[in-house]
């Protein structure tokens, strides 16, 4: 089931090797450990630049972006039985 979601939230981060790497997030007050980033792509909306993330936690997967020209997270969709 892939479920739409379109939120913004919190994400702690790490610069590991030259790129950005999310470590948790925080989406409707809980939190979730990023036990692998499965992808990375970058794509542009209108003039801001912006990076998706596939990370997994637990047994779903998470897709989550940051808009640099914003910096701001957002919680695209959830792969998954959540």
Known sequence: MILDVHEVIEV????????LKPVS?????RYYKVAEVTRIYKYFTGTSKCYSYMVRSG???YEISLNTESMTWQLERIHGDT
């Open 12 to 19: 702690s981060a790490v610069f590991a090797r030259g790129f």
């Open 59 to 61: 047994a779903d997967l």
């Open 25 to 29: 997030f925080v989406w409707n007050c």
